[in-house]
């Protein structure tokens, strides 16, 4: 898939979703002692610089170091290896990218539910037969 869909893949990954609505999706909040809820993703595009994107989603303690958002992404650490080769420092960019390019990347794959283990599964799925 080219990189845009990999980027609106990522954006609706766990990771995010979790905490954040995205791509018209509200929040479920399975456990509400732990109700942190992010904004939601639709307005980024709008209201924020890429290159503080870009930082904030990379180490978002830096900007603000009391933040509930997690440094989701390293340089070193393996998220959805299927995506972007599981290159952190890429996936942080393709995040940003997705949130920059949001309302194009919605009306072209709409609400969309990454699951890496599903894709994990079918892709070895797809190679042994």
Not at 71 to 95: H, P, R, S
Not at 97 to 114: F, P, Q, S
Request: proline share 6%; net charge negative.
């Amino acid at each position: 898939s080219d990189y845009l869909s990999q980027a609106w893949k990522l954006l609706n990954a766990p990771l995010c979703i979790k905490c954040h609505s995205v791509g018209g999706r509200e929040v479920k909040i399975t456990n509400p002692q732990e109700d942190i809820r992010g904004p939601d993703l639709e307005y980024a595009a709008n209201r924020l610089r890429p290159d503080w994107l870009l930082a904030w989603i990379f180490k978002p303690a830096w900007i603000t170091p009391y933040t509930s958002m997690p440094q989701n992404f390293t340089k070193t650490k393996m998220q959805f290896e299927g995506l972007l080769g599981g290159d952190g420092q890429a996936q942080v960019i393709a995040v940003r990218d997705a949130l920059i390019n949001y309302h194009r990347l919605m009306e072209e794959y709409g609400k969309t539910v990454y699951d890496p283990e599903a894709a994990a599964a079918s892709a070895t799925g797809a190679g042994g037969d």
